[in-house]
């Protein structure tokens, strides 16, 4: 399984390092982390829902679209 939850403190982390730090490769890792998750899906392209979690034991295929306000809540912080 792959959390959003992981993904998106992950995604917070470096995006705070890039602002404090001024180091490029902390963006990058921000910016691939919001690409995985659009990409497989764990971010509606239409409404922008937030969902919990895909199974890495399908290639990340299956994407479980249960919601919770915190997963997105992480994904607004580290967009701030």
Known sequence: MKATISNGLLMQIAARLARYTQDKLYADWATKLWDWMWYIGLIDHENWSV?????????????????????AATLLVACA
């Open 51 to 71: 969902y919990d979690n895909t199974d890495a034991n399908l290639n990340c295929t299956s994407v479980d679209r249960t919601q919770w306000t915190y997963n």
